[in-house]
Every structure is written in C-alpha cells, then in structure tokens.
C-alpha cells in the first residue's frame, strides 16, 4: 500500500518535472520576444539619448545608422536573435559600449546579495512575529502585530530609507550612507540598511498569511488529536504545523522574490546601491535596447529556477498538491 | 548553554571581522571624491556633447586657449596668439616643454591632427568657422586660415571639443586611444566603468608647475539627490557636483560643509511652437509673456539663486542686455489688451509640454498654467518621460515647452546661430521662428570684430527678440556646488566643470 | 469563552476599520466644503510656509495650500485605489479558482501566464507603461489591469489546489453538483477571507506604488493633487520643510490601517 503510493508520487512528481521544465522554456522565451517589441514601442530615439537633445540632425542620423536602428523590426529581431544564440549575448549596450551581457553580470551579485539578505531578515522576522502571534491569538502581542506593520506597510521605500539613513547613517553613523564598501564583508555592511529597508514593505502581508495559517492549523482537529495522542510539541509543530501553514506563505515569498529581481531599483537608488534594478531603469531611461533585453532574459531565468524551487519545496512539503 | 556560547563568539567575530575591513584599505596620498548624477560613458572628445562626459574630458584633454571663470579667454596650451586684422588668419605658438601624459612632446603636427579629426567627425559640436587650412609653421607654431571671417571661432577653440591629442592617436587605433586617452590634462584615466565610477590619478607631465595638488580623483555616480548630500554630509563624498535649489541653504549652513554658486551660460526659457495655430500670432506671444510674474517665479523656484531673465542671452557673457533691454513683465491689463487684438480674444486650449520627473520644470509649468488661466487661456500639462518628451519637441510636435538654452562656448553668438538661424538643423531651438530683420543681425554679429560695434548689432537684435517673444527667458540658473568645509581652491567654471588642479584639503 | 468572544472582536476590528475609512471618504466628499482655498490656488508670495494660521498645513513651493491638497488629493486616491482593483481581483480570483478547480491543461494555461507576468520584471512593464502613456492616471489603470491579478490568481489557485481532493468536494461532486456550483458555493467562500485579506494589504500596497511611480517622476500628473507626487516632491525639503511630505505621507499610513483593520476584522468573522 505504502510502496504503491510512492511510485504513484514518484511517478506525478517526473511528470510535473517534465511540465515544469517546458513551462519554464516558454515564459523565458515569451518575455524576450515580448520586451523585445514592447521597449521598441515606446516613444523616444537611443541616439538621441546618448547624443543630448541638442545634437545635430546629421550625428543622430549616422548613430542610428551604425546602430542600426534604421532596418525593419523584423531585421533587428533576426540580428538579436543571432547575437543570442550565436555569441550568447543580447548585444553591446548603446549608452556603455560594452557586451550587456558583462554590465548584467557585473551587478547582479550586489542585488542578489541585497535580495538574500532581505529575505533572511523578512523571512526571520516574519515567523517569529506570526508565532507570537498565533500562539498568542488576540493577545496583547497579537494585537501590537497586527496593527504595527499596518503602519510601515503605508510608507513608501524611498522614505523609509531615507530616514534610516538621516537616523542610522548620518547622525547615529553606525552605517554606511550608501555605496559600497570594498570587500565581501564591506558589502555586507552597507547592505544591511538597504536589506532593511526592503523587508520593511515584505514582512506585513508574510506575517499576515502565516499567522492566518497557523491559527488555522492550530485549530484543526489532527492537531488536536495529535496532542491528545502526547506527541512532543516540537514534533506537532514542526512536522505539521510549520509544513501546513507554510506553503501558502511560501507562494507569497516566491512571487516577492521574482518581485524583487529588478524591484530593488528604488532601494538601490535611495542608497546609490549600483545594482541590477539601478541599471534597468537606466536602460529603459535612455532606450538601450540591447541592455533592457538582457536584464530582463536574465532576471526572467532567474525568476523561473526561483519558482521552480519554490514549487518543488511545496510539493515535498505536500505531495497533494502535485497532479 | 556551551553551544550558545559557541555561536555568539562566532557571531561577534564574524561581526568584528566585517567591522575591521572598510578601514583596512586606504589610497596613498590624497583623493577627492566627486559625486556626480550621471557615468561617463566615453572620452571621444569629437563624438560627446552632454555634461557628463564633457566635464571628465576636460581633464584629460586641453584646447589651445580656455575660458576663466569670468568667461574671458586666454592662452592656455598657446603661449601666445594673433589674429589678422581681417579675421582671416590665426596664428598660434604652443608652450615650452608641453608634454602628453605618456611623456611625449606636443607639437604643432599634434595640434593640426586634432583639429582636423574634428573636423572630419563633426560630430554633435561640429567647428562652425569655415576653415580653409591649418598648417604647422615650424615645431612650435601652427597657422589656421578662415576663408570668411567668423568672430567666434576664438570662443570655439576654448571648448572641450578642441583639445589637443597626439597626431595618429600615438599609433593607437581610435577604440584603444579613447579606452586609455592620452592628452596634456591635469589628470589620467586610471580605473574606468563606463556604467560607474571613474578614478584618474595626476599626470605626472603636467605643464602647471605644482598642479594637480591631490593625487587621485574619484568621480562617484549618485544618482539621488539626497543620497549625494548625505554622504557630503558624513565626508564620504568631498564635493557634488549640482545641488538642488532646495537643498543649498541647507548645505550652505551646514557646520561642515559649503556651497560654491557661480553664474552659468545657461538660460531657462519658454519655447512658443511658432507654426502652432495659437502661438503663430505674436500677440498670443505677448500676452502670455505680459502675464507671467518672473520675479516671483524665479525667486519662489531658486530661493535667490537664480536671476531673472529679461534677455535669452545669459547675463554671464559678453553684450548681454538683460539690464537694459526692455522686457515684457507682468501687466494683466496690458495682457488682456494684447490677447484681445489677437485671433483668439477669447482664449483657447493648449498644452504646455515638460519631461517628468524634473521637479523644477514640473512648477515652472504650473505657474505658466495659473499665468494662463488669468487671461482666459486653458493650457493642460503634458508631462513625458525625457526621452519621448525630446522626441517630441525635435519633431516641433508641441505648443509650449520649457527647455535650457546652453552657451557652449563663452561667445554671444553660440546662443544667437542656435536660437535664430531659421537654417540652422535646430529652427530656431525648435520654435521654426523666421526674423528677416534677426537673421541679418545674427549674420553680421558672426563677422563683427569684438567691439562696441558687436556690442550694438547683438543690442538691437535682443530687443527684436524681446518684442517679439519666440521665447520667453525665465531665469538664469546658479551652478550650485556642494563641498566639503575642509576643502580649499576647488573652481567652478561658468559651463558647470570643475577645475581642481589647486585643490586641497586641510 | 474564548469561542465566543473572536466574533465580537472580529466585528470590532471591521468596524473601527470602516469607520477610519468612512470618516477619510467623508473628507474626501466634503473637501469643497471643508476648505478655505481652493488646492490650485498659488500665492508666489507665500510659499513654504509652516503649519499654523491660515494654513494648518502649511503652504508647498508655489504657496498652494496643503490642507486643502491633501483633502482633494483623497478624492484622487481612494477613486483610483477602489478603480485599479477591481478588475484585477475578480479577474485574478476566476482564473485561480478554475485553474485549480480544473487542473489540466487550464491549470497549465493560467500558470504559463502568471508565470510569465511574474518572471517578467515588474518595473520594467510599469515603467515602459508609464513612458508609453505618459505621466498619469491612465499608465497606473493599465498596469494594474496588466499584473495586478497575478496576486489574487496564485492565492486562489493555490487555496483551491489544495482543497481539490478534499473529502469534501469529492463528495459535493458525488452528489451531482455541477462544476459551476462546486466553484461558486463551495469554493468560492473558502477562497475569498484569504483573497480579502490580500486585496485589503495590496490596495495599501498600490498606494505605496503610486508614490513610488511619484519618485521615478512617473506618477499622477500635476496639477491635480495626490498624495504619491505631493511625497516624491517633498523629498527634497525632508530636513528643511517637512510638512511638504510628512503630512500626505501619514494620510497614506492612516488609510493604510484603516484598510487592514478592515481586512482583519472580515478574515476573524469568516474564520467561524
């Protein structure tokens, strides 16, 4: 009975692989075809961007020319499309001068390290809170829980930064202002403030699911009977509880996280962080084409492995949920 | 209990360790960091127009005769010059031991290279002055013909776009000169992201004895205004390179930092679409222009650091009229008079066209909107994103803009070909304005030796403009420098660069 | 004794909720009557003033009075918070509900596009939205209508998803009902505390994006008043005229409650 239900699961699990997988091949490849077109609709020339609005007529057109900006869609997609699959890269950025590719690699490991840090702080605060919360239920600690980030969820980020940085930075000066500092450990250090800042805005709705959860769970009636039948608390809570009441939360996560990858950009700018959403907001600013495709196909590489882990977490922790 | 105590010593050191290495690394000798908005994404000195590279090219690359901070030019890598009495040839004799930053010499062959790459580039700042030949005399001397005369080419030679490189990129090819250039400037290109910072260490060559005092120059890209003030505040940065209105008082009274103004060649200024069907009439012109209050708006915008326009021509350079042309300025009555005599006595809709995100404009906008509501004409707000915004009003797709003319060199006549050459590629900044009576005006202003002459022609054409009104002049903006209280001898020039070869900090 | 007083607390949290938020419509409603100036009216002459006198909150750069903005900017605010979110949350709880509910290849469907609005940089389509529309209120209804579902969509079908094989609803089928009714009657009331809760936090959280498109210099376009621009636009006086931002930024945090009291209140009373 037992065995047959494993090969049952195993046997959905390397279907949902399969599925999972070209899924996951198609959303990469819709989003580059998709930004391809999209940037290319909205108003604004690349050359004029890089040449200043005073430029000549005559420096635009030879610009636009080398670049060429001036061939049919379909001309320029072909050409993207040989660059990607020719040289593995989108293409040299019109602003920079240099491969995207390398710029995109060279601030990614700032906003993944900025990213991660913020999610180990959220994810931290986030059970802990909604612990204190449910275990507590209507309680003095639920109450303060429920109504304090109701008050940090209304303020904007680039508020919130900026008051961390007049309390933390450059009164209390415990922090960096912004930048980086060099080395590993200096970049940890200045990303603290930054990671803070962005957790700020993450943990409200992640405590609220959990704590929704939980109480739920706690409620059930398996829990009930599990404690009836003297099972260590740790064990209730950790093999049942945590596991039931997770992976909605999870979800939430998952899609913060995807949010996040080119989200920070606000972060990064407040606290002159130069990572990848600094640099997509640039691109789009000035029409780099070549540049705006790459951080979105990397980003959107990115995202696809992120939820494909989350769901393979999900499914472990719950194998109904695989079909 | 043991385990805990494991795991905070490990913890506190981790901490500890964390803590101890930002101090660790430290740069000999002194460094000043420059916080600037944008990267600099190029050093092709013919290729670039926008500040951003401008002010790192300048550094590096030096014309034969530059401008002080009162806009008056002199020699610079020219030790002396003439000009024929028929503004035809100039002459020029280079500095003594003049050497690039790889240690070779500079010679009159480099100075003609440089000119004529530029001249074959054009590029976004092409050499408007006709020239015939330039030819090095002798090691020292180099001889340029005009085949007409052209008053400001003197002006034209002062700008970034005329410094001096070595003659075939020293045997480089163009993409690797320009990834590691080579000139006579006070400072050297040492480490380069064209995404990011920028670090040049002095050049040791360099021809001013004792100069550049420090020794690194970092210029750190900041792209939130209060972020850059912040780390002014804590010392991370030295100085900023533009401050907000806002922001100056505030930095000026700080206990440890300053502020350094300085008149620019810029003027902020109202554009009119002449071939819209509204602004076509110039009594709609003048109407608008006798409703707005320009004393208020300048002051309410830039808290006194900006001054009041009367001309388009900046009271910084040389045969300004802006104290004694006779401006439009408010007057409801007269305002509503002149609307009257107009196509539209009633009023009419328009729109008024700003990039978003740029604060300032966005109110300068909203206080032309009260102006307009007070005569009977409804203009909407048409705020776009820079990039469609430009794309818009280089297409003359628009009815009113707001935009700074720029001097990019320190003669009248860098705003006047721009701002009235009917033929010129921008139509009159984009206004397609056509004064028969301006452009004659213009024209012999170009030829006119410097003088009062000049001085009358340039005189009755800011009055023509200023009846006229294509455009109304707001004000004229501050370069607003924030800085360090211990630092000493850092110069702001009137196009917005820094000069700090006699920088120092205490 | 604890069983019975959860329902009363909920109703008092819903209730307290709802009266924030009706007593902010109100001012909302009544701003031409409340105020003194109208929120257009510049005065060059009195700008950056403090709070106090004839202008509680003071007056911003161009001498508009505050007060009467940051009522007016309501009017602005809560129409496009109630507007924008509409749509996304029925079309978003659908197409979760069916989407788990079925499974099969509409799961597939409905995943490959959430998956792909998720995977595609966020700021990237409110950015090029906002560029294409220009500044303004139509850029932030578009994007909204464009991924705001997304959220809704992933906490339906993930809830449904999971009560798919419950003992439940395989009765319920057992029984005859039609699929319609099963998603309708049976899982719909299940899904929806959750999704409330959602909408509640995420109307909070458009608020916030709003100001942050303010930031990027893409929010609502002036002169018509918001709290998002009226933010962005201060940030430059944090330390010199903190009125400009502080107040409009509280109106956010004060409706932000409001909206979470309210969330709270309906998930306790669901939960019994």
Redesign the interface.
Known sequence: MARNKTTRESRLFRRWLRRAALRSALVVALITVAVFFIIRLVPGDPAVMVLGEHATSASIEALREKLGLNLPAARQFLRFLQNVFLHGDTGESIKYGVSSRALVFQRAPVTLLLVALSMLVTLAATVLLAFLAATHKDGLFDQIIRVVPAFTQGMPVFWVGLLLILGFAVRLRWFPVGGLKPGFGGMLYSLILPAVTVSFGQIPPLVRSLRERLIAVLDADFVTTLKAAKVPRRVIFLRHILRNAFIPTLMLLSVNLSYLIGGTLVVERVFAVRGIGDLLFEAISNRDFPLVQAVALYCAVFVVVISFLADLIAHWADPRTLT | MKKKIIIFTLIAALAA??????G??AEDGVTFVYARAD?V??FDLH?E??ANNAFAIDKVFEPLVLFDTEGVITDYLAASHTISEDGLVYTFTLRDGLRFNDGSDVTAEDVKFSLERHMAV???L?IQADIASIEAADEKTVVITLNAAYTPFFSELANFSNGILPRDFGGKTEEEFFKNPVGTGPFVVSQW????DLTFVKNEYYWQEGKPAIDTLVY?????????I??L??G?VDAVESL?Y??A??IDNGSETDIITRGSWNVEELFFNTLDEHFADVHVRRALALAL?RE??A???TFGYGEVANSVLPATLRYSATDTVDALSLDLDAAKAELAQSAFPEGFSTTISIP????VR??E???V??AGASIGIDIQ????????F?????NLNYAIMI?TA?ADFPDADSIFA?QVDPEG??QCFWTSYVNDEAVALMKAGQVTLDGDERADIYARLQQILADDVPYIPLYYPSILVGVRSDVEGLVILPNGTADFTGVVKK | MRQLKRPRRGALTLGVGLAMMLVMIALALLAPVICRFDPLEQDLYAFLRPPGGLHPFGTDQLGRDMFSRVLYAARTDLRIMALAEIAPFLTGLFLGMIAGYYGGWVEWAVTLATDTFIAFPYYLLVIVVAFATGAGVHGIYITFMLVGWLLYARVARGATASLRESEWLQSARLMGYSDWRIIWRELFPNVLPQAVVVLMTDMAGLLVIIVTLGYLGIGVTQPTPDWGTMIAEGQNFMTTAWWLSVIPGLMVVYTGIALSFIGDGLAEIWEN
């Open positions: 360790s964390l803590l101890a290495i930002p660790a690394l990267s994404t190029s290729q127009i926008t054009q590029g976004p092409p992201d064209p995404a990011g750190k890209v900041i792209g939130d205004d209060n972020q850059a912040n780390q505040r804590v991370d907000t806002a922001n008082a505030e209050n208020a708006l002051q309410a915008l978003s995100g740029n604060n966005m109110q906008a909203l206080i909107i009260a707000l048409d705020a776009k994103e820079a990039a469609a430009r794309q818009d009003f280089r935009n720029i721009f590629f921008s």
